[in-house]
């Protein structure tokens, strides 16, 4: 897919959840590699003037689907760029595809135990709350859709902190634009 694409063109596609500073992960990738940063769900969130779950709640999922696919669509056109999207938002309709014709999707994920102790940080006392955990694990669950889909690099990054993680994601990145270049 990635060899019409010369190598100065292709995205970094950011997808999955490794806890609540993943969109920030995004961001100083783009800053480290000179690139701009697209939040696929916050330009979902700016388009309609409201989060995404309100959008759900008020307009419905065929909708939402529908305006995350013209936003896909416009993401897609894209080059050069560090592109975060949501995993569910990859794994509906053509989405996936559409993106990864524009350079490589990673998907950083963690241990569960990892994961549920960033979780507990994150959240505080409300996690001991069954429903604000609840949301949390929901939302988490709906993020790790994108594990094993066609195409999506999933790296674990269970033992590396914020800096080796940046670092792994665009060596990972070059390499990949090399070979295919």
């Known amino acids: 897919m990635l060899p019409a694409l010369p190598v100065s063109d292709r995205n970094l596609i950011l997808t999955g959840t490794i806890g609540p500073n993943q969109p920030l992960i995004g ?8 690139l701009p940063y697209v939040n696929v769900e916050m330009l979902l969130a700016e388009r309609v003037g409201m989060p995404v779950d309100e959008i759900r709640t008020y307009f419905g999922e065929t909708r939402l689907k529908v305006i995350e696919a013209e936003i896909v669509a416009e993401t897609a056109l894209r080059r050069s760029t ?19 014709e524009t350079g490589p999707i990673f998907c950083p994920v963690i241990a569960l135990g990892a994961m549920l102790r960033k979780l507990h940080i994150a ?4 996690f001991h709350d ?38 792994l994601l665009i060596d990972r990145w070059q390499e990949l634009a090399l070979v295919r270049g």
């Open 27 to 34: 961001r100083r990738i783009a800053e480290r590699l000179r």
């Open 123 to 126: 959240l505080g006392a409300r």
């Open 82 to 100: 560090v592109i975060r999207v949501s995993g569910r938002t990859l794994a509906h309709g053509e989405n996936r595809a559409r993106l990864a």
């Open 130 to 167: 069954p429903n604000e955990r609840g949301l949390a694990l929901s939302e988490l669950r709906r993020e790790w859709v994108a594990r094993g889909l066609p195409g999506v690099i999933e790296i674990d990054v269970t033992t590396l902190d914020e800096e080796a993680i940046i670092a």
